[in-house]
């Protein structure tokens, strides 16, 4: 599947945008790619949300020669479990992102130079109300399915509570309804990290010489370890050292990922996406969780995955039967894997089916019982 | 308890003491502080082992109005589970420590200089190799008892592997037979925070005006992330800020913990007692994990905890399993609590009777079994 980014963008006279915190954007660009056809009646749309260090780029690839699909490209396309021949799908990359869409790294038009740390607080809902504009300009009326892991997850989940009306049913895998106090110490060693490189300089280092690429890679390295889990690390690296002897196997593996994040992300986008994922919380706008659990009206499923460091599945089933227990329909699922919280993106076998039964199988049967009560 | 802090200095004509890396020390100090009375045939003696940033002051206060004792000292003294009424209890401060015994902050008497990078790479083993001569120099002829949780529990077992026919019995509590790869993956970000941050200048610092203090402070957090637990956080914190609302609670703990870590910690020292932990692994002199437990003849009690992020409990009783299925006498026990890993300087109350009963009703056991045999 041949794919292509596309770019919209809209002025405050256009669209008027003002960000939870009270920010008012001059413009805004949102990078994007779709796959499949809308139908007339602008129903057959599937919504994708990426993860924190994720982007736009969700499946397919850019040229013939091109060799790296996008991140979802085993479950996204034709006869695939989100079938582009069915629903059309769209992915987009977050606000205050790195990839496309603006963020701190944009040019302001107010200052002609990088936001830096000028770019507004934003929040998970930021996101989800920039992607419900995004769908309005596409023509989208309703949509099918929200899905997301992590941050996506986040997402996937706001958008049932924001626009109950908009979204037949999420899929929320591994995340939960607001961030949990352990992700948000492991979140602050990230920000402390990049803070603390003096070549952050308070943000702004778009134009000197070095940038804060020891705080970066730590924060990527933290990031990183929980994302997976100790049963993969015995697995796969176990003590051993690299060739050289020179250091453990995991050592160099987390090494790698450190820096070579440094070539595809922004030290300041990290931070403010970091900083939205602590302030998630589905009830603030409504003063209680209960409250902003009864706005629900998609099918949830919550996918857990087992060796989540970050995300535990008891939290997710707690969640679950919240909503079961306030009227709503929701379900769990679990991926029994080694892999981690990254098993999103990695254990396409086990979730696909998920999806897919989710999607399909489950929704006729909820078609069969509204239609007979 | 009033108690006294000691030290004991010889040089390499006295006593040599080689690392297993191959360094001869001129000199080396060790601190100490000792409980109770030592016996006539020198063999009612327990060595207490401190963890990664602990140090020899285990119990009793220095003077009548210092206010804060030592840090076991609810198990530690008179009538209590370690009983210095009846016991003589030693607990001295670690090779390559920063608060008495010779580390990378101490003098280098080659150079007049401290030691800094030219510290040589140390491992458990050269720690308790040290202690062993400080026993002797005590003039102990045999331990009742090792003890001691995380490194303190990595000294404990690795007594027993050394020295099988001096230690009578040793409880390891949440500390494994070698570091996981888990615990090297978070050690490696707080080596890499330190040795990344400009101010630690190769490890040269102790003239200069700056020291590593990012670096430190960053190392603790990710440490003491590690030492908690998700529902100890969920409890104490859950997502509420700090009276001005600018940080979550949690934020400002680690943060409170990262700084105050610096007045009493030298971050060389730290890293020299990462590496340390990271290289830990009892099987290495002896080519395969069963002939190192094949050397032990104490008996053993792990003691894991229920929530350690860091040292799981099914690693303890994977161990305990296999030293028992190798002919050997080890137990296991449990703490049940939400503390995470530091359960072990906290939940004294739960900690004391596992203790004592293992200690004594456990050992008269074993000695009608071993007259009956």
Redesign the interface.
Known sequence: MIVQERFFTFTKDEIPFTTESGYIFDEITVAYETYGKLNKNGDNAILVLHALSGDHHAAGLYSPIDKKPGWWDPLIGPGKPLDSNKYYIICSNVLGGCRGTTGPSSINPKTGKPYAADFPVINIRDMVRLQKILLAYLGVKRLVLVIGGSMGGMQALEWAVTYPDFVDSAVVIAATE?????A???N??AI??IT?D?NWNNGNYYNNKKSPD?GL??AR??GT?TYK??ML??KR???NRTNDGSM????SY??YH?VSFLKRFDANSYLYLLQAM?LH?ISTPYGSLNRAIERIRARLLLVGIETD?LY?PKDLKEFVQRVNSLGGNAKYSEISTLQGHDSFLIDFDKLGPIIKGFLEVDYVEYQKNVSTM
């Open positions: 607001r961030l949990s106090p352990l948000i110490a492991y602050y060693v402390k990290a603390g003096l020891i890679s730590l390295m933290v370890i889990s100790d690390f015995k690296f176990g003590r453990f196997q995991v050592e987390l090494n450190g602590n919380d460091l535990f």
